[in-house]
């Protein structure tokens, strides 16, 4: 009987201390201060004016011809930088992509994005991180939703215990179809704040 209460016990303090100790990360934007931005083009910076023509460093998944979409550069309205991205009129899902970045799979990564929209009834965007091997099989997928409203919102991820075989990720920004309400997108990062093993 006495062994089987000291079964149960660490049973629970086992258990117990999961729950506290945490199976899951928590990485903050002080965790990011000082450290470089893996993502180029981080707040969609670009010369041109010309409407459904991406700025350096992203691409748009379809990659086809854009037809009643708008994607534009707006200055007008922006959370970092001189602008950001602004996207209307989509009867579609679109995806942005930033270019491919090399990582560590040793380290923990603090990503993050700021949405707004016009739309009265929100918009959720999704971001996403995900890591490659070298081949460039998906080995990892975080994902968090960002409620976009009339003011900017951050969503983020903490992103660690990347699998091993990870080489490199990309930023994903799922926007919605917006209909005729506009999505803005800007600040989209990607900051290694950890390391898992010492060197």
């Known amino acids: 009987m006495k062994r089987c209460l000291l079964w149960f016990t660490a049973i629970l303090t086992l258990l117990l201390s999961s729950c506290f100790l945490g199976s899951s990360l928590l990485f903050l934007e002080s965790d990011a ?44 309205v922006y959370a970092s930088g001189t ?17 491919p970045f090399r990582i560590d799979p040793w380290n923990g990564y603090y990503v993050r994005a700021s949405v707004k929209t016009a739309n009265p009834r929100g918009a959720e965007i999704i971001l996403r991180i995900q ?19 009339s003011n900017w919102k951050r969503g983020s991820i903490s992103a660690g215990f990347i699998r ?29 704040v950890h390391r898992f093993i010492l060197d």
């Open 33 to 76: 201060v000082g450290k470089p931005n893996l993502v180029t083009n981080s707040d969609f910076e670009s010369k041109t004016k010309q409407k459904n023509q991406l700025p350096p460093g992203w691409i748009l998944n379809p990659s086809g011809l854009l037809l009643r979409e708008t994607i534009v550069c707006d200055p007008t």
């Open 164 to 192: 091993k075989k990870s080489t490199f990720a990309r930023i994903l920004v799922v926007i919605p179809p917006t209909e005729e309400y506009p999505v803005w997108i800007d600040d989209v990062g990607c900051f290694s």
């Open 83 to 99: 602008q950001s991205l602004k996207v209307v009129n989509t009867q579609r899902r679109l995806i942005l992509l930033s270019e």
């Open 131 to 149: 890591t490659y091997a070298e081949d460039g099989t998906i080995i990892n997928n975080f994902r968090t939703r960002i409620k976009g409203d």
